[in-house]
């Protein structure tokens, strides 16, 4: 069955894919939903295999559930067995469970390891149209295809092994257009992060967000997986861009993508997916592309941001609500209100992650490392997203160019956005990171700091050992 | 069908956690994942806020030991999906969650452990605060078939979604065996999505099973 049929009301993409894969109405009123694609890794997954050996059963649809090895990999080599024996016993598991129930493990020998969130795009399993859950909140990012993709806990990975169904109650669907053309030197790393800016870290709690207008269509898939991803830094269960001919251009030819005569049905079906004209919407937000500059993080959750030739927020300038929240990030973070964010100092920079770890991010970040060496005292790492990224970026010389401006060019995982293995900030070091969180402790020291910006603004601030404009370099 | 224990009230003492947005982060640092089961998470919880507290962290503070509902802000569990959070709060004691909102996937994870996510309205979480904060003693009862909160600071009115309240009363948290319950109503949806089988067939045909 075709989810084309169009009624006069127009239904929203996220509406078709939910009444697709809907296998049930629950008693409770939530949904049985059938999820297309289920992507697992070495964190959140082996608790899930021992409830279900617990239980006695087995995987329901094998052949539907991928996995890799990103979050505990380390970066400095990959060779086994691990030289972290917590990892390679964590590696380990994981392919103990995919042997056993006949799953792929896409692990470092198969030349694609990577950031799950990365290799399921760049493999072509991520498609219009598809449920994806994984169990991790980041799942968000396949939502650039015009996917639902959830992250979910462990007890839900073990559901869907089970049964290859989550059950969910229906988000509402939030459009959010942004109008008009991005300015040079603008990101879509700066236009979600402007987003949460105005819409609050939950804001989009109860919501999924569909992503609309000029900036999304005319930015490319790497870019739409950027804005998506950080979805959920904004409280939203999901978000997507409908898709386009930028979407089945990038599909086409890649791994899991239909072929031949497949590849036409695949396109008649995606194409009909997408949002109807007229559809609707339980919310609309609109903001102007043309206003958004390039934008770094300053406190302790990703809503609290300025524009990179902003002031901090002045605390008697705040509502009374808002002060002790501000404060609290500021005496963890050491800056002053008011103070602007330019000329802060970093001792760490950081490219890389499921937000900023693809090939492109790695070439904006090399545009402006081409222009000077890290400054003295700045550790500074890039980590390819996968495999392939890094294949791609070694044969267009980008490793050459980070190396030899000083950053150390590394193996692919998710290191330093999450610290589960060894590369961690140490003590109070400030770190200008591509990441997606700045909470406190997150980049493994339990006092560190991040600021989060685009990948050339992370590498225009380790040349400068503090947050310049990246524009100035680019 | 029930799966799970049916939880319909927790009654105990309350921990009053104050602040907005608290993320699993927070809750449980990652290095705390860096392991295959969810065994010793508790005496994690929050452990580099209360090393920076030294001790005047509600989970550290004497008055609250014991404690089995936490009573929190806005937002609580963003960020990380990790279930490793409601696992580590719940080995450390807690039972229940009352507060001025949940992230989504906490909320979630929270029910799959059975363990409730209560919401009160503004004015009533800050005098729940307060009454714990002065009466850490009191007992609270949270009675999730009445949808209220009793304790010394009155009754209130508490908000759970439905689809989690009747899961959590019914005793069908557990939601593995009600999705198995399906059966080949499972297949059948599969069948009729185009892409499960590679697009061979063309779109418009019905389901082959």
């Avoid at chain 1, 959140?44 to 979050?71: C, E, I, W, Y």
């Avoid at chain 1, 959750?301 to 609500?321: A, F, H, T, W, Y």
């Avoid at chain 2, 004015?123 to 078939?145: G, K, Y």
Wanted: hydrophobic share 40%; proline share 5%.
């Amino acid at each position: 069955m075709a989810p084309a049929a169009s009624t006069p009301l127009g239904r929203t993409l996220f509406d078709k894919v939910w009444d697709a894969h809907s296998v049930r109405e629950l008693p409770n009123g939530q949904t049985q939903l059938f999820i297309g694609l289920h992507l697992i890794h070495e964190v959140t997954s082996p608790q899930a295999f021992a409830m279900l050996h617990d239980m006695g059963l087995p995987v329901r649809f094998p052949g539907r559930t991928f996995a890799t090895v990103d979050h505990i990999i380390p970066t400095d080599s990959q060779l086994r067995p691990l030289s972290d024996s917590v990892a390679e016993a964590m590696m380990s598991e994981l392919e103990r469970n995919c042997r056993k129930h006949g799953i792929r493990f896409f692990d470092p020998a198969s030349g694609h390891q990577g950031i799950v969130h990365v290799i399921g795009p760049e493999l072509g399993l991520t498609q219009p149209g598809m449920t994806i859950a994984c169990g991790d909140s980041h799942t968000s990012t396949h939502g650039a295809f015009g996917g639902v993709a959830f992250g979910v806990g462990t007890s839900q990975v073990r559901d869907v092994l089970a049964t290859q169904c989550l059950t969910l109650s229906r988000p509402r669907v939030r459009r959010i257009e942004v109008t008009g053309k991005l300015a040079s030197g603008v990101y879509a790393k700066d236009v979600i992060l402007t987003i949460i800016r105005h819409l609050g870290v939950n804001g989009g709690v109860g919501f999924a967000y569909e992503y609309a207008g000029p900036v999304f269509e005319a930015m490319t898939l790497e870019e739409r997986m950027t804005v998506c991803n950080m979805s959920i830094e904004g409280g939203a269960r999901c978000g997507y861009v409908n898709p386009d001919e930028s979407t089945f251009a990038y599909l086409r030819g890649r791994e899991f993508a239909p072929k031949g005569e497949a590849w036409n049905r695949a396109l008649t079906w995606w194409r009909a997916i997408a949002s109807e004209a007229g559809a609707h919407y339980a919310d609309h937000v609109q903001l102007d592309g043309a206003a958004i500059g390039p934008t770094v993080t300053w406190g302790i959750n990703p809503g609290q941001s300025v524009g990179v030739d902003e002031r901090l927020p002045i605390l008697r300038e705040l509502p009374d609500k808002e002060r002790a929240a501000v404060e609290e990030a500021l005496l963890y973070m050491d800056l002053r209100p008011g103070q602007p964010i330019l000329g802060t100092k970093i001792d760490v920079a950081f490219i890389g992650s499921c937000t900023n770890g693809r090939i492109s991010d790695l070439r904006e970040a090399a545009r402006v490392a081409r222009r000077g060496r890290v400054n003295q005292g700045v550790r500074a790492l890039v980590v390819p997203g996968s495999h392939a990224v890094a294949r791609q970026a070694e044969a267009e010389g980008l490793d050459e160019v980070f190396r030899s401006a000083g950053f150390q060019w590394r193996e692919p995982g998710c290191s330093m956005c999450l610290a589960m293995n060894p590369d961690k900030l140490i003590g109070r070091e400030m770190c200008a990171s591509s990441s997606n969180r700045n909470f406190k402790g997150r980049q493994g020291s339990p006092t560190g700091r991040t600021l989060l910006m685009s990948p050339a603004m992370v590498a225009a601030a380790a040349l400068h050992g503090r947050v310049v404009d990246a524009r100035e370099l680019l | 069908m029930s799966n799970a224990a049916a939880v319909r009230r927790v009654v105990g003492r309350g921990c009053v956690l104050r602040g907005d947005d608290i993320d699993t982060d927070r809750i449980i640092p990652a290095r705390y994942l860096r392991a295959i089961t969810f065994e010793g998470l508790g005496e994690h919880a929050f452990e580099d806020d209360r090393k920076q507290a030294k001790g005047d962290h509600p989970l550290d503070q004497e008055r609250y030991t014991g404690s089995s509902i936490f009573i929190v802000g806005h937002n609580f569990g963003c960020g990380s999906s990790r279930e490793h959070a409601p696992q580590a709060l719940r080995r450390f004691g807690f039972r229940a969650f009352v507060g001025g909102s949940f992230a989504e996937i906490f909320f979630g994870n929270c029910v799959a452990l059975g363990l409730p996510c209560a919401v009160l309205c503004q004015e009533d979480l800050a005098r729940l605060m307060d009454s714990v904060e002065l009466d850490p003693e009191q007992e609270i009862v949270l009675d999730l078939e009445a949808g209220t909160l009793i304790s010394r600071a009155g009754g209130m009115r508490v908000e759970i979604p439905d689809g989690a309240r009747h899961q959590l009363l019914e005793g069908t948290w557990n939601a593995t065996a009600v999705l198995l319950d399906a059966g080949p109503a499972i297949e059948a949806t599969a069948a009729r999505l185009p892409y499960v089988a590679g697009f061979v067939a063309p779109p418009a045909q019905p389901s082959r099973s």
